[in-house]
C-alpha cells in the first residue's frame, strides 16, 4: 500500500503520518464515497493524518466491479490556520509529484479537499476543507523489509529503477530531499518512489524559506542538507540519499547507522568517510568505489545527474557469482502484512526533523564541534573518470513509454498541476535532437529558432528538448525568460544568477559564493569571479542610490564572460540554451550573435533554442533585424510551429482530461489546433464545474449552454475573472501590479509596488492561479511567473478597460524611484512613460541611455531615445525647454558610436543652431565637444584641436568639470598623435588635476597611461614604466579591464624599446588576455603587436600569418594608423623570403597611410629599420634605402637626435660604399 502506515512528510517538525498500523477499521458494506472513490477502511493514522485504502467506484458502479481500482487516500487532518507548514508540505508533495509521469514514481489520481458529507460520515479524524491526495495503492510493503535481503541482480535491477525515476524528476525540476526505505514502495513493476514532501524546485530564483531548517531524515541526509546550504542543492543531493539508501539495501543499514542522535550522524555526514561496505549477498567488486562517488561529501565530485550513476552501475559486472539462494520475489511478494509496511527506519531511527538553526548554523556539543572538515577528495575520487552516458540516436523511448493508468471522471482536481502532454510535432523533435546530436558530434553551437503565432507549444516544445536531454544525461540546462515590460527576473542576467545559485544575492555575497565555485578552475582570467558576481549580483540599498551604481560590464566583455562560463560547463557534456521569448531578448540575440561569430576560433558546443513569437515581433523593429541577421549565420536555423493538425489535436484534446468524443470534439473544432487555447479553455470548464464525469469520460453538465471564446485572449479574460470571482478591487489591483512588473514577478518589488499603490501583495490568488495553469512557483515560494506572455498582455488589457493601467505603472516607478543602477533608471523611464508622465520619464531616460552608451550597448540605446521621443511629443514642454535639445546630443553620440558618421553630423549642426538659438550654454559646450570628436575620427587634427579648446573653455564656463577633464584628455591624445608632446603633457596635466579632484580612478589611469606613452615617445622607458605600474594600479582598483590591457600594451613597449623583444611579447600577450576577457577589439591591436615582437625576435614563420591576419581585421576595423605599422613589419618578414616586390608595396602603401593619418610612433620606426636592414643584408641596397628613410623620418618626428643621426649613417653608407 502507497505509504500507508509511515511517517510520510519529513520536514514541518513532526512524523505527521506516524507509523501507527491500525486494524481493519472497515466501514461497512459500501464505506465513504468521496466523489468516485469509495473509502474502505482506515490504514494507517498519525498525529496530522490518515491513510485510508478504497477503490475508484463510480457512483452507480458497485466496489467488486471489474473496473474498480483500488487507491490510497492521503487525509490532512489539520487545517491550515494550526498548521501552515504542513499544509505547505502537503501542497508541495501534490505539486511536485503531480508533474511527474514514470512507472518508477507513485501515481496520483486526484486532490481536494473534504466536502461537509464525507466529513460527517468519517465521524472523527476529517473536516470540511482538510486537503486530500488519492493515489495508487500498492500492497507488496516498502523497501524497510528488503535491506540486507537481495542478490546482486535483484538490488542492481532496483537501483536502476530508482535512478530512472530520479532521472524524469529532476529533468522535470523536482528534487525528492527525503529518499529512504520506508518512501520506496514496491510493486510488480519494481521499485517506486513516493513521498514528496520535501519536494523542491531546481529553479532557484528565491530566497527559500525553509534555509534556517534542517529537513530531512538524518541518516540518509547528504551534508549540505544538514548545513542547510539550499543553494548547493542539485541531483546531486538525491544521489547522496540513494547512496545511503543503495548501502543499506547492501548492507542492511544505513552507513553511519540509523539509532545515533542527531549531532552523531551530522558530524558523520560531514567530516567521516563512510564505513567499508561488508554486503550481505556477493557484490561486484566496483560497487564499493560507486557507492563512494555517490556518498561524497562534495556535491561536484559525486554524479551529476542520474543518468550519470546509472550508466557506471550498468558497466559493473552482472555475473557475480550468488551463493546463496535468491530470497523469494521481492518483485512478487503481494501478501505483505500491515507490518511489513511498518518502515523499519522509522521504529529505531530519529524520525524525519526540523531543527529551527541559530544565524551561525547547528549548535554542536565541543566534541563534535572541533572535527576537522574532510578532504575534497574524501569519499569521491574512486570513480574519476566515470564517461558521461552518450547521447541516443534517437530521442524516443528505448523501451514503451509509460502510459500512467487513467481512471475516467477523475483528476480536476489535478489538472492545472499535471505536465501537458506533448503530442505530434515527431518532425519538429527529429529536428531538435538531430540539431542535439550535430552539437555533440562537432563540438560548436547550432541556434535553432522556434517560430510560430501564439499558443502553438513553442515553449512546450523547447521544455521537451530539455527534459529529455537532463533525463538521458546528455546535456546540461539554462533559460532565459524575457517579457515586453523587462521585469527584475527577465533575461541572461538573471538566468546566470539562478544556474550559479546567486539569485537575491549582493554583490559582495555572490562575490564570495562563485570565488568557491571557481575553486580548482585552471587559467581563469583576472577578475573572473569579480566580473561574474557585477552581472548577475542584485544591486544593494548601498548599490541603487550611488552616483557610479552602473555595470561596467559592456556586452562584449559580458558575452565573452558567458561564453567562458559556457565552455567550462560543458567540458563533460554539451548544454542546451533556452532562450524563451527572444522578440523581447536583445540581449539573447546579440549573446547568441556572438556566440556563433566565436565558433571557429572559439567552438563551445552549446545548442541554442529560441522561441519567437512572430506576431509580437515588431515588423521593421530592432529584434526583427537582428533576428533576421542572426538567421543569415550557417549555423543558425528556423523551425517554424504550425497548428496541430486533426488527428494530433483530438488526440491532445482527449489527453488533457479524458474527455468524452463528444466534448472533445467541440474542443478540437474552437480552438483549431492551438494547444495553448485547448489546454485553458478545458481549464475554464474545470473551474466553473461544468464537466461531470461520465462512462467515456467526462461530459458537459447538463442544461448547460456555453459561449465558446473566440480567441486566446478571451479565453484568458474568462480564467482571470474565475479567479477574481468574489474578491476585492485592491486584490484585482494586486494582480495587475505584479503583469505590470513583468511575466517573472520578484516577491519584495510586488510587495513594495504594491505598498506604494496603497494594497496589500494579493499572495492568497497566486495559489489557485497555478491550480488552474495560470501561474506557477519559480523555485522557492516566493517569486513566481505568468503562465505565458499572453496572459501578462491580457492582464494588461483588463488595466487598461478598468483604467487602471497608468495607477500600477505609477506605482512601479515609485518603488524604482531613488535607485540609479542601469536597470533600475531604464526600467523607471518606462514605467513613467507607461503611466504617461511623460515629461517626469525624459531623465531616467536619457540617464539609461547615457549609461548604456558609456557600456557600449548601442541597440538598448536605440530604443530608449526612440522611447525618449515619443516621450518628448507627448509632454508639454516650451520651445526652447533644453531637453529638447538633449534628445539630439544622445543621438549624435549614438549615431557617431555606430558608424553613422553623416547623420551624426546632422544631429550636432541642428544642435548646435538651436543652442546657439536659444542659449542652451551646457549643450552648446557638449555639442563643440563631439564635434572635435567628429573631427578626430575623421583624422582631421588641426580642426579637431580648434574645436576641443572651444569646447574645453565653454564647459569651464559652465562648470562641468567632468567632460572639461575628458575634453582636455582627448586634447592631449590629439595632439601627441600629431607629435606636439609638449602640448600633449600640459594638457594631461589640467586632466590629471581636475580627475583627481573628482575621485574618478579610470580617469586618474587613462592620464597617467598617456603620460607614458608620452615618455615613450621621448625614449625614456625608465620613466615610461614607472607612470604605467602607478596606473595600473588605479585599473585594476577600478576593475576597469580595458584600461588595464591598454597599459600592459604601454609595459611591453617600455621593454622592446630598451631591446627586450621577449619580455615585450610575454606582456603583450597578457594584453591580448585581458581584451579578451573584455570582448574588445583591441584584442587584435595586443595580437599584431606580439606579431611585432616576434618579428623582430627573427621568428617570421610565426609572425607572418599572425600580421596578415590582423591586416585584415584593422583594415575592417577602419584603423589606418595600425596598418601603416603592419605593412612595415610585413616588409620584415618577406625579406627573409626575397620577394622584393612585395616588400616595395608595404614600403609604398606605409607611405600613403603615413600621409593619410600622420600618426607618429616609435614601433613604425624600429619595423622601418628592421625592414632596411634585412634588405640591405640582402643587397637590395635601393629598398633599404628606401626603408632607412622612412625611419628617419619617423625619428625626427619623434625628435629623436641620437637615433635620426644612426639613420642617416646608414643611408649614407649606401649612397657612399667606400
Given at each position: 500500500?502507497?505509504?500507508?502506515?509511515?511517517?510520510?512528510?519529513?520536514?514541518?517538525?513532526?512524523?505527521?503520518?506516524?507509523?501507527?498500523?491500525?486494524?481493519?477499521?472497515?466501514?461497512?458494506?459500501?464505506?465513504?464515497?468521496?466523489?468516485?472513490?469509495?473509502?474502505?477502511?482506515?490504514?494507517?493514522?498519525?498525529?496530522?493524518?490518515?491513510?485510508?485504502?478504497?477503490?475508484?467506484?463510480?457512483?452507480?458502479?458497485?466496489?467488486?466491479?471489474?473496473?474498480?481500482?483500488?487507491?490510497?487516500?492521503?487525509?490532512?487532518?489539520?487545517?491550515?490556520?494550526?498548521?501552515?507548514?504542513?499544509?505547505?508540505?502537503?501542497?508541495?508533495?501534490?505539486?511536485?509529484?503531480?508533474?511527474?509521469?514514470?512507472?518508477?514514481?507513485?501515481?496520483?489520481?486526484?486532490?481536494?479537499?473534504?466536502?461537509?458529507?464525507?466529513?460527517?460520515?468519517?465521524?472523527?479524524?476529517?473536516?470540511?476543507?482538510?486537503?486530500?491526495?488519492?493515489?495508487?495503492?500498492?500492497?507488496?510493503?516498502?523497501?524497510?523489509?528488503?535491506?540486507?535481503?537481495?542478490?546482486?541482480?535483484?538490488?542492481?535491477?532496483?537501483?536502476?529503477?530508482?535512478?530512472?525515476?530520479?532521472?524524469?524528476?529532476?529533468?522535470?525540476?523536482?528534487?525528492?530531499?527525503?529518499?529512504?526505505?520506508?518512501?520506496?514502495?514496491?510493486?510488480?513493476?519494481?521499485?517506486?518512489?513516493?513521498?514528496?514532501?520535501?519536494?523542491?524546485?531546481?529553479?532557484?530564483?528565491?530566497?527559500?524559506?525553509?534555509?534556517?531548517?534542517?529537513?530531512?531524515?538524518?541518516?540518509?541526509?547528504?551534508?549540505?542538507?544538514?548545513?542547510?546550504?539550499?543553494?548547493?542543492?542539485?541531483?546531486?543531493?538525491?544521489?547522496?540519499?540513494?547512496?545511503?539508501?543503495?548501502?543499506?539495501?547492501?548492507?542492511?543499514?544505513?552507513?553511519?547507522?540509523?539509532?545515533?542522535?542527531?549531532?552523531?550522524?551530522?558530524?558523520?555526514?560531514?567530516?567521516?568517510?563512510?564505513?567499508?561496505?561488508?554486503?550481505?549477498?556477493?557484490?561486484?567488486?566496483?560497487?564499493?568505489?560507486?557507492?563512494?562517488?555517490?556518498?561524497?561529501?562534495?556535491?561536484?565530485?559525486?554524479?551529476?545527474?542520474?543518468?550519470?550513476?546509472?550508466?557506471?552501475?550498468?558497466?559493473?559486472?552482472?555475473?557475480?557469482?550468488?551463493?546463496?539462494?535468491?530470497?523469494?520475489?521481492?518483485?512478487?511478494?503481494?501478501?505483505?502484512?500491515?507490518?511489513?509496511?511498518?518502515?523499519?527506519?522509522?521504529?529505531?531511527?530519529?524520525?524525519?526533523?526540523?531543527?529551527?538553526?541559530?544565524?551561525?548554523?547547528?549548535?554542536?556539543?565541543?566534541?563534535?564541534?572541533?572535527?576537522?572538515?574532510?578532504?575534497?577528495?574524501?569519499?569521491?575520487?574512486?570513480?574519476?573518470?566515470?564517461?558521461?552516458?552518450?547521447?541516443?540516436?534517437?530521442?524516443?523511448?528505448?523501451?514503451?513509454?509509460?502510459?500512467?493508468?487513467?481512471?475516467?471522471?477523475?483528476?480536476?482536481?489535478?489538472?492545472?498541476?499535471?505536465?501537458?502532454?506533448?503530442?505530434?510535432?515527431?518532425?519538429?523533435?527529429?529536428?531538435?535532437?538531430?540539431?542535439?546530436?550535430?552539437?555533440?558530434?562537432?563540438?560548436?553551437?547550432?541556434?535553432?529558432?522556434?517560430?510560430?503565432?501564439?499558443?502553438?507549444?513553442?515553449?512546450?516544445?523547447?521544455?521537451?528538448?530539455?527534459?529529455?536531454?537532463?533525463?538521458?544525461?546528455?546535456?546540461?540546462?539554462?533559460?532565459?525568460?524575457?517579457?515586453?515590460?523587462?521585469?527584475?527576473?527577465?533575461?541572461?542576467?538573471?538566468?546566470?544568477?539562478?544556474?550559479?545559485?546567486?539569485?537575491?544575492?549582493?554583490?559582495?555575497?555572490?562575490?564570495?559564493?562563485?570565488?568557491?565555485?571557481?575553486?580548482?578552475?585552471?587559467?581563469?582570467?583576472?577578475?573572473?569571479?569579480?566580473?561574474?558576481?557585477?552581472?548577475?549580483?542584485?544591486?544593494?540599498?548601498?548599490?541603487?542610490?550611488?552616483?557610479?551604481?552602473?555595470?561596467?560590464?559592456?556586452?562584449?566583455?559580458?558575452?565573452?564572460?558567458?561564453?567562458?562560463?559556457?565552455?567550462?560547463?560543458?567540458?563533460?557534456?554539451?548544454?542546451?540554451?533556452?532562450?524563451?521569448?527572444?522578440?523581447?531578448?536583445?540581449?539573447?540575440?546579440?549573446?547568441?550573435?556572438?556566440?556563433?561569430?566565436?565558433?571557429?576560433?572559439?567552438?563551445?558546443?552549446?545548442?541554442?533554442?529560441?522561441?519567437?513569437?512572430?506576431?509580437?515581433?515588431?515588423?521593421?523593429?530592432?529584434?526583427?533585424h537582428w533576428l533576421a541577421r542572426l538567421l543569415e549565420h550557417p549555423r543558425a536555423g528556423a523551425i517554424p510551429v504550425e497548428e496541430l493538425d486533426a488527428g494530433d489535436r483530438l488526440t491532445l484534446v482527449r489527453e488533457l482530461l479524458g474527455l468524452s468524443g463528444e466534448v472533445a470534439g467541440q474542443v478540437e473544432e474552437r480552438t483549431a489546433g492551438n494547444p495553448l487555447f485547448a489546454v485553458q479553455l478545458v481549464g475554464d470548464w474545470i473551474q466553473r464545474g461544468v464537466l461531470v464525469p461520465g462512462r467515456r469520460g467526462f461530459n458537459l453538465r447538463s442544461g448547460v449552454e456555453l459561449k465558446l471564446p473566440d480567441d486566446l485572449h478571451d479565453v484568458w479574460a474568462v480564467r482571470v475573472d474565475e479567479v477574481l470571482a468574489g474578491r476585492s478591487p485592491e486584490e484585482r489591483l494586486s494582480l495587475q501590479l505584479a503583469a505590470a512588473l513583468g511575466r517573472l514577478v520578484r516577491a519584495n518589488e510586488w510587495e513594495k509596488a504594491c505598498a506604494a499603490c496603497g494594497v496589500e501583495a494579493a499572495w492568497t490568488l497566486v495559489d489557485p492561479m497555478v491550480a488552474r495553469r495560470l501561474a506557477r512557483w519559480e523555485g522557492g515560494e516566493s517569486n513566481w511567473s505568468l503562465a505565458n506572455s499572453v496572459l501578462r498582455e491580457s492582464l494588461e488589457r483588463l488595466a487598461r478597460s478598468d483604467g487602471t493601467w497608468r495607477r500600477v505603472n505609477l506605482a512601479i516607478a515609485a518603488m524604482l524611484e531613488g535607485r540609479a543602477d542601469v536597470d533600475s533608471l531604464q526600467r523607471l523611464g518606462r514605467h513613467l512613460l507607461r503611466g504617461e508622465a511623460y515629461e517626469r520619464a525624459l531623465e531616467p531616460l536619457a540617464a539609461a541611455a547615457r549609461a548604456r552608451q558609456a557600456m557600449g550597448e548601442y541597440v538598448v540605446v536605440g530604443q530608449l531615445l526612440a522611447e525618449y521621443e515619443r516621450a518628448l511629443e507627448l509632454a508639454v514642454l516650451e520651445e526652447d525647454d533644453p531637453r529638447r535639445g538633449e534628445v539630439l546630443l544622445l543621438?549624435?553620440?549614438?549615431?557617431?558610436?555606430?558608424?553613422?558618421?553623416?547623420?551624426?553630423?546632422?544631429?550636432?549642426?541642428?544642435?548646435?543652431?538651436?543652442?546657439?538659438?536659444?542659449?542652451?550654454?551646457?549643450?552648446?559646450?557638449?555639442?563643440?565637444?563631439?564635434?572635435?570628436?567628429?573631427?578626430?575620427?575623421?583624422?582631421?587634427?588641426?580642426?579637431?584641436?580648434?574645436?576641443?579648446?572651444?569646447?574645453?573653455?565653454?564647459?569651464?564656463?559652465?562648470?562641468?568639470?567632468?567632460?572639461?577633464?575628458?575634453?582636455?584628455?582627448?586634447?592631449?591624445?590629439?595632439?601627441?598623435?600629431?607629435?606636439?608632446?609638449?602640448?600633449?603633457?600640459?594638457?594631461?596635466?589640467?586632466?590629471?588635476?581636475?580627475?583627481?579632484?573628482?575621485?574618478?580612478?579610470?580617469?586618474?589611469?587613462?592620464?597617467?597611461?598617456?603620460?607614458?606613452?608620452?615618455?615613450?615617445?621621448?625614449?625614456?622607458?625608465?620613466?615610461?614604466?614607472?607612470?604605467?605600474?602607478?596606473?595600473?594600479?588605479?585599473?585594476?582598483?577600478?576593475?576597469?579591464?580595458?584600461?588595464?590591457?591598454?597599459?600592459?600594451?604601454?609595459?611591453?613597449?617600455?621593454?622592446?624599446?630598451?631591446?627586450?623583444?621577449?619580455?615585450?611579447?610575454?606582456?603583450?600577450?597578457?594584453?591580448?588576455?585581458?581584451?579578451?576577457?573584455?570582448?574588445?577589439?583591441?584584442?587584435?591591436?595586443?595580437?599584431?603587436?606580439?606579431?611585432?615582437?616576434?618579428?623582430?625576435?627573427?621568428?617570421?614563420?610565426?609572425?607572418?600569418?599572425?600580421?596578415?591576419?590582423?591586416?585584415?581585421?584593422?583594415?575592417?576595423?577602419?584603423?589606418?594608423?595600425?596598418?601603416?605599422?603592419?605593412?612595415?613589419?610585413?616588409?620584415?618578414?618577406?625579406?627573409?623570403?626575397?620577394?622584393?616586390?612585395?616588400?616595395?608595396?608595404?614600403?609604398?602603401?606605409?607611405?600613403?597611410?603615413?600621409?593619410?593619418?600622420?600618426?607618429?610612433?616609435?614601433?613604425?620606426?624600429?619595423?622601418?629599420?628592421?625592414?632596411?636592414?634585412?634588405?640591405?643584408?640582402?643587397?637590395?641596397?635601393?629598398?633599404?634605402?628606401?626603408?632607412?628613410?622612412?625611419?628617419?623620418?619617423?625619428?625626427?618626428?619623434?625628435?629623436?637626435?641620437?637615433?635620426?643621426?644612426?639613420?642617416?649613417?646608414?643611408?649614407?653608407?649606401?649612397?657612399?660604399?667606400?
Amino acid at each position: 500500500m502507497s505509504a500507508a502506515s509511515k511517517g510520510l512528510f519529513g520536514g514541518p517538525g513532526l512524523a505527521m503520518f506516524a507509523a501507527v498500523p491500525v486494524g481493519s477499521e472497515a466501514m461497512g458494506s459500501s464505506g465513504i464515497q468521496l466523489g468516485p472513490f469509495r473509502l474502505q477502511e482506515l490504514a494507517g493514522r498519525g498525529a496530522s493524518g490518515q491513510v485510508w485504502k478504497g477503490v475508484y467506484a463510480p457512483v452507480g458502479e458497485s466496489a467488486g466491479d471489474p473496473s474498480s481500482r483500488p487507491v490510497a487516500v492521503k487525509v490532512l487532518n489539520v487545517n491550515a490556520g494550526e498548521s501552515p507548514r504542513l499544509h505547505e508540505a502537503f501542497r508541495r508533495e501534490v505539486q511536485a509529484v503531480a508533474t511527474l509521469d514514470h512507472p518508477n514514481v507513485v501515481t496520483v489520481f486526484d486532490y481536494g479537499t473534504i466536502p461537509a458529507e464525507v466529513a460527517d460520515a468519517a465521524e472523527e479524524g476529517m473536516a470540511v476543507g482538510n486537503p486530500y491526495l488519492v493515489m495508487e495503492f500498492l500492497d507488496a510493503g516498502t523497501l524497510s523489509s528488503r535491506c540486507g535481503r537481495l542478490t546482486w541482480p535483484n538490488l542492481r535491477r532496483l537501483i536502476l529503477g530508482l535512478l530512472d525515476a530520479l532521472a524524469h524528476s529532476h529533468a522535470r525540476g523536482v528534487l525528492h530531499r527525503d529518499i529512504k526505505p520506508s518512501n520506496v514502495l514496491l510493486s510488480r513493476r519494481g521499485a517506486v518512489l513516493s513521498d514528496f514532501g520535501l519536494g523542491f524546485g531546481l529553479s532557484q530564483d528565491t530566497v527559500n524559506p525553509d534555509r534556517d531548517r534542517l529537513e530531512g531524515t538524518p541518516a540518509y541526509m547528504a551534508p549540505e542538507q544538514f548545513e542547510c546550504r539550499w543553494r548547493d542543492y542539485g541531483p546531486w543531493t538525491d544521489l547522496y540519499e540513494l547512496g545511503c539508501v543503495a548501502y543499506t539495501l547492501a548492507a542492511g543499514a544505513p552507513p553511519f547507522g540509523r539509532r545515533a542522535d542527531v549531532e552523531q550522524l551530522m558530524f558523520s555526514h560531514l567530516h567521516q568517510a563512510p564505513p567499508m561496505l561488508a554486503p550481505t549477498h556477493p557484490v561486484p567488486d566496483g560497487f564499493n568505489d560507486w557507492l563512494d562517488r555517490l556518498l561524497s561529501k562534495r556535491p561536484a565530485s559525486r554524479f551529476q545527474r542520474a543518468a550519470d550513476a546509472a550508466f557506471a552501475l550498468i558497466a559493473l559486472d552482472e555475473t557475480t557469482p550468488v551463493e546463496e539462494p535468491s530470497i523469494p520475489g521481492w518483485l512478487a511478494n503481494s501478501d505483505a502484512t500491515v507490518e511489513d509496511m511498518v518502515p523499519t527506519d522509522t521504529l529505531d531511527s530519529p524520525a524525519p526533523i526540523a531543527i529551527a538553526l541559530s544565524a551561525d548554523g547547528v549548535t554542536l556539543s565541543p566534541h563534535y564541534g572541533s572535527g576537522q572538515r574532510v578532504s575534497s577528495s574524501l569519499g569521491g575520487g574512486a570513480l574519476p573518470d566515470s564517461p558521461v552516458p552518450p547521447l541516443p540516436d534517437d530521442w524516443r523511448q528505448a523501451l514503451d513509454h509509460h502510459q500512467p493508468e487513467q481512471l475516467l471522471g477523475v483528476g480536476l482536481g489535478l489538472y492545472g498541476l499535471r505536465t501537458i502532454p506533448l503530442v505530434g510535432r515527431q518532425a519538429e523533435r527529429d529536428q531538435l535532437w538531430q540539431d542535439l546530436g550535430r552539437v555533440k558530434a562537432q563540438g560548436r553551437a547550432v541556434v535553432t529558432v522556434l517560430r510560430g503565432p501564439s499558443g502553438t507549444g513553442k515553449t512546450r516544445l523547447a521544455q521537451w528538448l530539455c527534459e529529455r536531454g537532463h533525463e538521458v544525461g546528455a546535456v546540461h540546462v539554462l533559460r532565459a525568460m524575457h517579457s515586453s515590460v523587462g521585469g527584475a527576473l527577465d533575461g541572461m542576467a538573471a538566468m546566470l544568477a539562478r544556474h550559479l545559485g546567486c539569485t537575491g544575492l549582493d554583490r559582495g555575497e555572490a562575490l564570495e559564493r562563485i570565488r568557491e565555485l571557481l575553486k580548482g578552475e585552471r587559467d581563469l582570467p583576472a577578475g573572473e569571479a569579480e566580473a561574474l558576481a557585477e552581472l548577475v549580483a542584485v544591486p544593494s540599498e548601498d548599490d541603487l542610490t550611488a552616483e557610479e551604481a552602473s555595470r561596467f560590464l559592456r556586452p562584449e566583455a559580458w558575452y565573452v564572460l558567458v561564453q567562458r562560463l559556457l565552455a567550462r560547463l560543458c567540458h563533460d557534456r554539451p548544454a542546451i540554451l533556452w532562450l524563451d521569448d527572444v522578440q523581447w531578448g536583445l540581449d539573447a540575440i546579440g549573446f547568441t550573435q556572438h556566440l556563433l561569430d566565436q565558433q571557429d576560433t572559439r567552438p563551445v558546443p552549446v545548442l541554442v533554442v529560441m522561441t519567437c513569437r512572430d506576431e509580437a515581433l515588431l515588423r521593421g523593429g530592432v529584434h526583427e533585424h537582428w533576428l533576421a541577421r542572426l538567421l543569415e549565420h550557417p549555423r543558425a536555423g528556423a523551425i517554424p510551429v504550425e497548428e496541430l493538425d486533426a488527428g494530433d489535436r483530438l488526440t491532445l484534446v482527449r489527453e488533457l482530461l479524458g474527455l468524452s468524443g463528444e466534448v472533445a470534439g467541440q474542443v478540437e473544432e474552437r480552438t483549431a489546433g492551438n494547444p495553448l487555447f485547448a489546454v485553458q479553455l478545458v481549464g475554464d470548464w474545470i473551474q466553473r464545474g461544468v464537466l461531470v464525469p461520465g462512462r467515456r469520460g467526462f461530459n458537459l453538465r447538463s442544461g448547460v449552454e456555453l459561449k465558446l471564446p473566440d480567441d486566446l485572449h478571451d479565453v484568458w479574460a474568462v480564467r482571470v475573472d474565475e479567479v477574481l470571482a468574489g474578491r476585492s478591487p485592491e486584490e484585482r489591483l494586486s494582480l495587475q501590479l505584479a503583469a505590470a512588473l513583468g511575466r517573472l514577478v520578484r516577491a519584495n518589488e510586488w510587495e513594495k509596488a504594491c505598498a506604494a499603490c496603497g494594497v496589500e501583495a494579493a499572495w492568497t490568488l497566486v495559489d489557485p492561479m497555478v491550480a488552474r495553469r495560470l501561474a506557477r512557483w519559480e523555485g522557492g515560494e516566493s517569486n513566481w511567473s505568468l503562465a505565458n506572455s499572453v496572459l501578462r498582455e491580457s492582464l494588461e488589457r483588463l488595466a487598461r478597460s478598468d483604467g487602471t493601467w497608468r495607477r500600477v505603472n505609477l506605482a512601479i516607478a515609485a518603488m524604482l524611484e531613488g535607485r540609479a543602477d542601469v536597470d533600475s533608471l531604464q526600467r523607471l523611464g518606462r514605467h513613467l512613460l507607461r503611466g504617461e508622465a511623460y515629461e517626469r520619464a525624459l531623465e531616467p531616460l536619457a540617464a539609461a541611455a547615457r549609461a548604456r552608451q558609456a557600456m557600449g550597448e548601442y541597440v538598448v540605446v536605440g530604443q530608449l531615445l526612440a522611447e525618449y521621443e515619443r516621450a518628448l511629443e507627448l509632454a508639454v514642454l516650451e520651445e526652447d525647454d533644453p531637453r529638447r535639445g538633449e534628445v539630439l546630443l544622445l543621438r549624435c553620440w549614438h549615431e557617431r558610436k555606430t558608424a553613422d558618421y553623416d547623420k551624426a553630423a546632422e544631429y550636432s549642426g541642428s544642435l548646435h543652431s538651436l543652442a546657439q538659438k536659444h542659449g542652451w550654454s551646457r549643450l552648446h559646450a557638449l555639442c563643440l565637444l563631439e564635434l572635435a570628436n567628429q573631427a578626430q575620427d575623421h583624422f582631421e587634427a588641426a580642426r579637431a584641436n580648434q574645436l576641443y579648446r572651444e569646447a574645453h573653455a565653454a564647459l569651464k564656463e559652465v562648470g562641468d568639470t567632468t567632460n572639461q577633464a575628458q575634453c582636455l584628455l582627448n586634447l592631449a591624445m590629439n595632439y601627441s598623435y600629431s607629435g606636439q608632446l609638449d602640448n600633449s603633457r600640459l594638457c594631461l596635466e589640467q586632466a590629471l588635476e581636475l580627475f583627481e579632484s573628482l575621485g574618478n580612478q579610470i580617469g586618474q589611469g587613462y592620464v597617467l597611461e598617456m603620460y607614458g606613452g608620452l615618455e615613450l615617445s621621448r625614449g625614456r622607458a625608465k620613466e615610461a614604466t614607472e607612470l604605467g605600474r602607478r596606473a595600473l594600479a588605479f585599473a585594476e582598483n577600478a576593475g576597469h579591464g580595458i584600461l588595464q590591457g591598454r597599459i600592459l600594451l604601454q609595459l611591453g613597449d617600455a621593454v622592446r624599446l630598451h631591446g627586450d623583444s621577449e619580455e615585450g611579447e610575454l606582456l603583450y600577450r597578457r594584453a591580448e588576455a585581458m581584451f579578451r576577457s573584455q570582448g574588445s577589439g583591441l584584442t587584435t591591436i595586443a595580437e599584431l603587436y606580439v606579431g611585432v615582437a616576434l618579428m623582430e625576435q627573427g621568428q617570421v614563420f610565426q609572425a607572418q600569418p599572425l600580421l596578415e591576419r590582423c591586416l585584415r581585421e584593422v583594415q575592417e576595423a577602419g584603423r589606418p594608423h595600425f596598418e601603416e605599422l603592419i605593412h612595415l613589419a610585413l616588409a620584415a618578414c618577406v625579406a627573409s623570403e626575397g620577394r622584393w616586390s612585395l616588400f616595395a608595396n608595404h614600403l609604398e602603401i606605409a607611405r600613403r597611410l603615413k600621409k593619410q593619418t600622420g600618426f607618429v610612433d616609435f614601433s613604425i620606426a624600429f619595423a622601418a629599420r628592421t625592414a632596411g636592414d634585412a634588405a640591405r643584408g640582402e643587397g637590395e641596397l635601393v629598398l633599404a634605402k628606401d626603408a632607412y628613410e622612412f625611419c628617419r623620418d619617423e625619428f625626427q618626428a619623434l625628435n629623436w637626435r641620437h637615433e635620426v643621426a644612426a639613420m642617416v649613417e646608414k643611408i649614407e653608407a649606401i649612397d657612399d660604399p667606400s
